[in-house]
């Protein structure tokens, strides 16, 4: 298993393209299934996430060229509707063949798929919202068999505007037979580059980006070619990180309207930002404020996936932050580690109160998810001496050469293998 090894002290300067956003672009990987046409994605980073979503494409029988950052998918010879085990258990995007699968083939077996260990993570509102539309669901042994005779259109409410849910059931809807309209849909920019991109192929997706979607069905989707929008995690990511470390950046390949929340409270901890349509430049010079609230939500508010690298943050502004995590109840595992850094955080239940300190000291410490990982890395930015993260292998899931971006912009940052 990898680790990554960094020594604190330097303060990052220079300029980084931020590669395509993984979340956008394993369901339009999904969606390329709904397709009669080959389908070109650019800007698709290359992460294990993606390698797996590929497999599994291949393992129904599609035929995938995978050059990153571009994936050519031709879709019309597949071969199977049951997705491998081992590659459901790999990630929890696995759960995006679903919709295109009873869309277009009207039968999808799959078992409950992988991810981040974050909290319990149902698919409650995907099963229901399929049913919905017309599936009928059986679950037997650890295997969901999903099968239609078509589709149709129906009304659905989320009870919580669940991501992968809005994206699933729209994938499943823009085959069915009439309208779908979601209710209390979510509302991030993937959920908008989704559409996007079936509507590029032929779909009738309206409302994208607003709490109500609106889906009409149409008979078959043609093949096409898009770029995936830039990854809003990874920018934020990398501007929290020249935040910590004081420094100069400027982020290329970025949409700053994507980022709103996390600016504000960057912001609120004394950096300074300047944005233009697609470039944004950070610069601080190191003495940070706490921020009174942090508080994530679904979008446009503080995203739960940057949770953890503000927390990073938060742990050396001086005076005492709130950060509230209302999205997933397991998004914690990074305070312990932050701790044995020096941190000085006390959670009580969905509630972290962190109390800046003057310094963080290097220690070994355990990535326990892909954010976890990233928030421990740009600790280690600060921190005296030098910090080991080990299972590095998660930070690989969402970072594409985590280590070489940031080696980019002059920090001290090695990678350490272990085969
Ligand atoms: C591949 C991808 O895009 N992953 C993102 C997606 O995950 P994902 O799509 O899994 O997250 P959801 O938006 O579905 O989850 C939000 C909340 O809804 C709950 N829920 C979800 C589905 C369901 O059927 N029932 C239910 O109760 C979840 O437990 C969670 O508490 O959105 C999350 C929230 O922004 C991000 O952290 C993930 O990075
Ligand atoms: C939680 C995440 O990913 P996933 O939903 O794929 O587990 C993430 O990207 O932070």
Excluded: W
Aim: hydrophobic content about 45%; proline content about 5%; charged content about 20%.
């Amino acid at each position: 298993m990898d680790r990554i090894a960094v020594e604190g002290g330097t303060p990052l300067e220079g300029t980084v393209r931020v590669h395509g956003a993984k979340n956008a672009a394993l369901p339009i990987l999904a969606a390329t299934l709904l397709a009669e046409g080959v389908c070109v994605v650019e800007d698709v980073p290359d992460l294990q996430d993606i390698r797996v979503m590929v497999d599994i494409l291949r393992a129904l029988g599609a035929s995938v060229d995978y050059s990153p950052p571009v994936v050519r998918v031709d879709a019309r010879r597949i071969s199977r509707t049951e997705v491998p085990e081992e590659l459901m258990r790999q990630m929890r995007s696995s759960i995006f063949l679903m919709g295109p699968l009873l869309a277009r083939y009207c039968h999808a077996r799959v078992s409950r798929p992988g991810g981040c260990t974050i909290g319990s993570r149902p698919i409650d509102l995907h099963l229901k919202g399929l049913a919905a539309l017309g599936a009928s669901i059986d679950e037997v042994h650890g295997y969901i068999d999903c099968q239609t005779r078509r589709l149709h259109g129906a009304a659905i409410y989320l009870d919580t505007p669940s991501v992968g849910a809005t994206e699933n059931l729209m994938m499943a809807a823009v085959l069915a037979e009439g309208t779908t309209v979601i209710g209390n849909a979510a509302r991030e920019p993937e959920i908008v580059d989704l559409a996007n991109f079936l509507n590029r192929l032929g779909a009738r997706v309206e409302g994208a980006g607003e709490d109500t979607l609106v889906i009409s069905g149409v008979q078959g989707l043609i093949g096409g070619r898009y770029a995936i929008i830039p990854d809003r995690i990874v920018a934020g990511t990398l501007a929290i990180a020249v935040s910590m470390t004081g420094g100069d950046v400027t982020l290329e390949n970025v949409r700053p309207n994507h980022l709103g929340a996390v600016l504000t409270k960057l912001r609120e901890g004394g950096v300074e930002i300047e944005t233009g349509r697609d470039i944004m430049r950070v610069r601080s010079d190191g003495k940070l404020r706490a921020v009174e609230q942090v508080r994530t939500a679904p979008y446009p508010g503080f995203p739960t996936d940057l949770q953890a690298p503000f927390m990073a943050l938060l742990s050396v502004a001086p005076g005492m932050s709130i950060v509230a995590e209302t999205v997933f109840e397991e998004r914690f595992k990074h305070v312990s580690e932050l701790c044995r850094m020096g941190a000085n955080i006390r959670v009580d239940l969905r509630t972290a109160f962190v109390q800046g300190v003057p310094r963080l000291t290097g220690a070994v410490v355990q990535a326990s998810d892909l954010r976890a990982g990233a928030a421990l890395v740009l600790a280690g930015l600060v921190a005296e001496g030098t910090t080991v993260v080990e299972q590095a292998h998660h930070i690989d899931r969402g970072y594409q050469q985590f280590d070489e971006m940031l080696r980019g912009l002059g920090a001290r940052v090695r990678r350490l293998s272990q085969s």
